[in-house]
């Protein structure tokens, strides 16, 4: 389930980036910090996902689930549509389950990958820094270089590095460039982009990601340039000074706040200076407000793949012999599903004996059924004779030998008709008949003496699914 859980995050970061924009304009428009925007955009599109993949499945059926359930309403092999998932998701979720594996290895390669690159320009950097000499510049310890900066390097004591043509500007310009890089090491922005450097080695798949780093750290150099112009009139000369730096920009480091940046990035920053506020900032802000509350709602309605675990794989409730059992009812739970689905057997003035109920993995009935299965003699081919359970209706006597019907989940393997496609595996329960193995989370039986739930003696098998369809 990997996969859809992946997709599913994706579409999340997706949705998070829209708002994140229109958030970053409307607090442009009151001249407000821009950078906590992207980091709230990063934590959610890391965190949501994350506490789905964590959920705990539920145990028992919810109450909510067992009043949905209507006497005579559904009868035998009928079905209550109840938050049901569509066809195309839960081919999605089987596609899923089959690349869950192959998903696993290409994370943690991918991964891998990232981290080496990643160390590989933290070496560079190491190696660069045997070449620089320490220094005062205005008060401040600095690094003199001869082509890296002006930038803040290190992350648990960062240091500003300056390079050595810096020392032949003016003197404005020189503290212009030295407060610049002093606000980087006051936020502690070289932290911030350490930890936004963690995020991408853990989900280095997910592109989102990948533009909300590059667009907090535009964010953190332009709350940096509003802090140093603060309200002295310094935006057009500041300007000036960033294209200026800009031009002698020779060799960028990595994961460093830096004063020199790419062109692109300069003419944001130079933007978000001039930018005049508008005549109307209140009614200006309801459209992006209006944008980012409707990325949020789209967030929430994106539907949800299946509860996973920590491996990836479905999580199922287990017993002490590992055995997947799905979700447990009780036994006054299966009174009142019973009593509402086949109210015969409540009485007990049914012959049914066996009953077959398909839960959804939210507790919600999918599908029930119920059928009268009875010891029989069969004679085999070779002449023996055995007894089985079969449905009351096929146990009249016969010459023929005939199938017995299961008693339990019996797998069996049907591949499409004129196709090289995999095989398919299906479950078969009484009552209910097949149901794709690839949507079933787990399973278990009851086996109920008379008087316990209804007067006569039943078999009640209990079927968990991974979303809510049965896949027929």
Request: aromatic content about 6%; charged content about 20%; overall charge positive.
């Amino acid at each position: 389930m990997l996969p859809a859980w992946m997709a599913y995050a994706m579409a999340v970061g997706l949705l998070a980036v829209a708002a994140a924009l229109a958030l970053e304009h409307l607090l442009g428009i009151w001249n407000l910090p821009r950078r906590g925007v992207w980091i709230v955009a990063m934590l959610v599109t890391v965190s949501v996902p994350l506490q789905l993949s964590m959920r705990a499945p539920r145990r028992g059926l919810p109450r909510r689930a067992i009043a949905r359930a209507v006497p005579g309403e559904a009868r035998r092999t009928s079905v209550l549509r109840v938050a049901s998932r569509p066809p195309w998701q839960m081919q999605f979720y089987r596609w899923s389950n089959r690349l869950d594996r192959r998903a696993r290895i290409a994370w943690g390669a991918v991964s891998g990958i990232v981290a080496l690159v990643f160390a590989t320009a933290c070496s560079a950097m190491l190696r660069r820094r045997r070449e620089w000499r320490e220094g005062v510049l205005h008060g401040h310890r600095v690094w003199f270089t001869n082509d890296i900066g002006p930038a803040v390097v290190g992350f648990v004591r960062p240091r500003i590095v300056i390079p050595a043509w810096a020392l032949s500007l003016p003197m404005r310009e020189r503290r212009l460039m030295l407060e610049h890089e002093v606000e980087h090491v006051r936020a502690s922005d070289p932290s911030l982009l350490l930890l936004t450097g963690l995020v991408l080695v853990l989900f280095p798949w997910n592109a989102a990601l990948w533009f909300m780093a590059r667009r907090l750290r535009l964010a953190i150099e332009i709350d940096c340039d509003a802090r140093v112009i603060g309200d002295g009139g310094l935006a057009e000369e500041y300007g000036l000074f960033l294209v200026a730096v800009g031009e002698r920009r020779s060799y960028g480091l990595f994961l460093a706040a830096s004063l020199a940046e790419r062109r692109s990035s300069l003419e944001r920053r130079i933007h978000a200076m001039m930018m005049l506020r508008p005549r109307h900032p209140l009614l200006a802000s309801f459209p992006f407000a209006a944008i980012a509350l409707g990325a949020a709602a789209l967030a929430a309605q994106t539907p949800t793949p299946p509860a996973t675990g920590a491996r990836g794989g479905v999580l199922v409730p287990t017993t002490a012999d590992g055995v997947n059992r799905g979700i447990e009812l009780t036994a006054d739970q299966v009174r009142e599903i019973i009593a509402a689905y086949h109210p015969t057997i409540a009485r007990g003035t049914s012959e049914e004996n066996v009953v077959s109920i398909v839960l959804a993995s939210s507790g919600e009935v999918v599908l029930t059924g119920a059928v009268e299965l009875k010891e029989v003699r069969v004679a085999e081919r070779d002449g023996t004779v055995r007894r089985v359970l079969m449905p009351a209706a096929r146990a009249a006597p016969t010459e023929e030998p005939q199938r017995p019907a299961p008693t339990r989940a019996v797998p069996t393997e049907e591949a499409p008709r004129g196709t090289d496609a995999p095989a398919r595996f299906y479950w078969f329960y009484p009552g209910v008949g097949r149901i794709d193995r690839a949507l079933i989370k787990g399973s278990n039986q009851m086996q109920l003496a008379a008087g316990a739930i209804t007067p006569r003696a039943i078999t009640v098998h209990i079927v968990t699914l991974i979303g809510s369809s049965t896949g027929r």
